[in-house]
């Protein structure tokens, strides 16, 4: 038994979120989690919501809520939501928990040991009208290259130039639209990234079997330009972790707090003290997972996240760790995605435009989402929700082939056989054929879940799912019963073991159908089938069962135009 430990791309708490934010961390990141934990291996599965930053103070203050007040209450929404999608973490945690605060500032103390941060006098933006300091992307004006009149401070997103807020033309607030801004001068604090620069290109080179989008991501970080430069990793707000050497004030920084993307990832290990704390366990019990020197060292760690967030977890969070000189575990391998778009154009949060987690669960049960978004994960480019799409998916993989084959087994058998397994027959050549075929395919499954490759993951599952209902049409027991009612006997107990082994194997995928139809098979043993043939035996003659309900429902063409219209536009 190995262990695992596995984060996903913590969500912002500002909103709820996507099924292309779902698709490209914590979905893929609870299939290898479920797929691990049935296989018999140690798991702790770790998420949180990342809730410090300007974007968070401005969604309060829309609500007319203080802004801890708002962060608390989201954080149970979004908990809420991610039980509906079955997500299964170990621990949802905070990034303002008091562990989180702790464990940065003690980063940052450690950090200035080393000589890896320096104080940089900057001129700010300030605006009066709102009574404070702009982070970059919160001034908009004229870009000076384009003419684009809502170019951001950062970047202007019609030309794709890198900007200053100072080089804006007109600038004004995005927050209230008011041009009275004036340029101070304040102090930050910045991580001497560009001093690691090798040491961090060194332990990407050594992760030869990383996906190539993370890897190719990370080096043009690294190479492009000036190359990997210094960060500020302070801010002028009040909502965040104050800014402190470990316990120790920091002279100078005074009323400032560490920036979002500085503490965010940091909440990974943090949350590690969350859960146990949440548990009764002790500091032993989470630092087995983090720190090398407490036993870390044989834990795998993988990360789950969109191609968005690989420049901080390949670059920033690393030097943080390796800056720190202290023996914390850095990840053994990164899962990127690309993004999931929607229905010919993009998932818009401020449009509305397309499902969100909350609207996706009340139309519909989480594993109609979960097979369809598993099965078109964006892991070799970009890929699109269409409602046509899904609809053809979910009826023709989860009705057609898994759902109608329970059922006519089931069915099937109550008729002729009665609630019980029968015990008639025995196993012939075409038994023989399917255990082959289903000893290649479920160990091809598993070699794919082993490498997180989903969507091959998905497409070998459904294989196998196929060739029950193959079996099913090549033996016929319906008609073999009429002359042969031994020999149908024998093909239908195979055929209920087979539905039970399709309930284990397709836990991680849609759980809720796993355990429907496990207790449908009357049946707690979900052991991984190591061995196919004892698989196929597992339920023995004279095991009751009873037939379930409809596993899935077929999506009508009135529902899919019904959908397709309700989510084009901006929400209510």
Known sequence: ??????????????????????????????????????????????????????????????????????????????????????????????????????????????????????????????????????????????????????????????????????????????ISGST???????????????????????????????????????????????????????????????????KSDWPGMEGKVFYVWFDAPIEYIACAGEWAEANGLSDADWQRWWRTDMGADDVQYTQFMGKDNVPFHTLSFPATILGSGEPWKLVDYIKSFNYLNYDGGQFSTSQGRGVFMDQALEILPPDYWRWWLLSHAPESNDSEFTWENFQASVNKDLADVLGNFVSRVTKFCRSKFGETVPEAGSFGEDEAALIATLNVRIRAYEGYMEAMEVRKSAAELRAIWVAGNEYLQTVAPWTTFKEDPDRAAAQIRLALNLIRLYAILSAPFIPDASAATLSAMQTEDDRWPDDVEAALSALPAGHAFTVPDVLFAKITDEQREEWQAKFSGVRS
């Open 1 to 174: 038994m190995a262990r695992h430990l596995i984060t996903s791309a913590i969500p912002y708490i500002n909103g709820i979120k996507h099924l292309g934010n779902l698709v490209g961390s914590q979905l893929p990141a609870d299939l290898y989690a479920r797929y691990l934990r049935g296989r018999g291996h140690e798991v702790l599965f770790l998420c949180a919501t990342d809730e410090h930053g300007t974007p968070a103070e401005l969604a309060a203050a829309k609500t007319g809520q203080p802004v801890a007040e708002f962060c608390a209450e989201m954080h149970g929404v979004q908990a809420e939501i991610a039980r509906g999608f079955r997500l299964s973490f170990d621990h949802f945690g905070r990034s303002s928990s008091p562990q989180n605060h702790a464990l940065t500032q003690h980063f940052a103390g450690r950090l200035a040991e080393q000589g890896l941060i320096r104080e940089v006098s900057e001129k700010q933006v300030y605006s009066n009208a709102d009574g404070r300091y702009l982070p970059d992307r919160y001034i908009e004006g004229t870009c000076p290259n384009c003419g684009y009149d809502k170019a951001r401070g950062d970047q202007c997103e019609n030309c794709t130039k890198q900007l200053d807020p100072v080089d804006l033309i007109e600038p004004r607030s995005a």
């Open 180 to 246: 009275d801004l004036e340029v101070r001068e304040t102090k930050h604090l910045y991580l001497m990234q560009s001093g690691m620069r090798g040491q961090l290109n060194d332990w990407i080179d050594s992760k030869t079997d990383w996906p190539i989008l993370t890897t190719s991501i990370a080096r043009k970080w690294l190479n492009d330009g000036d190359g990997l430069q210094d960060r500020g990793i302070t801010r002028d707000l009040d909502w965040g972790i104050p800014v402190k050497k470990g």
